[in-house]
């Protein structure tokens, strides 16, 4: 084999390697969202069409895995509030924040049980700072603009939100609408003014559902 060859070959060999890892996070990723965190890496490998034995050359532990996976998510989200604050509009950007959290939130299964499996104290986490720190941006913004009532803290509507992750995916399986409904009805307890609520709200079986998990 001539050099050129060696490179090229070692060029696919690094593509071949990179693909691999980025089809594993991806699958461990959807995995973990729709099954839990209790997914086992053999049903991660098969998601990514991969042996067992290449997630661990990638993710040495399950441990790199998720720890993985959590940067993914914490980057999905801050790009989420990214894009909501894109809007000029203060009010629009405030409430589009907020449902563009509870929409990923309503597409998650495991984010609170992959932030409790962080070691270290979760405010000195340097991906929770981040996403911490914009969607506090955020909050300054909608305050600057007068969107939000002046009684409510910015840990009401951090509580508020770590509440909305219990109910987002069970509801939202239900009925998206009604989701959005929910939220725009907590937002107008926290915002001066108030929107045209969309879409009809659960019926009383489907509230069961929800309540079952």
């Known amino acids: 084999m001539g050099r050129s060859e060696e490179i090229d070959a070692g060029r696919k060999r690094r593509r071949d390697f990179e693909q691999n890892r980025e089809a594993i996070l991806r699958a461990a990723d959807r995995a973990f969202a729709e099954r839990g965190m209790e997914t086992s890496i053999a049903a991660v490998a098969d998601l990514a069409g991969v042996a067992p034995a290449t997630v661990y050359r990638h993710f040495p532990s399950r441990a790199d895995l998720v720890n993985a996976v959590f940067s993914l998510r914490v980057t999905a989200y801050h790009e989420a509030i990214e894009a909501a604050q894109s809007a000029e509009d203060d009010t629009d950007a405030f409430r589009g924040t907020i449902h563009a959290i509870v929409e990923l939130q309503a597409q998650d299964r495991s984010f609170r049980e992959i932030i409790s499996s962080r070691d270290g104290e979760l405010w000195a986490d340097p991906e929770l700072l981040r996403f911490g720190e914009a969607l ?40 998206r609408s009604a989701l959005r409904r929910i939220v725009d009805l907590t937002l107008d307890g926290i915002c001066h003014d108030r929107t045209t609520l969309q879409g009809p709200p659960l019926e009383l079986a489907q509230i069961v559902d929800v309540t079952r998990g």
Not at 146 to 155: C, E, K, L, T
């Open 136 to 175: 506090l941006a955020a909050l300054t913004r909608a305050r600057a603009g007068g969107v939000v009532r002046d009684d409510v803290a910015d840990a009401d509507i951090m509580v508020l939100l770590i509440a909305s992750e219990g109910i987002a995916r069970p509801v939202a399986e239900q009925s």
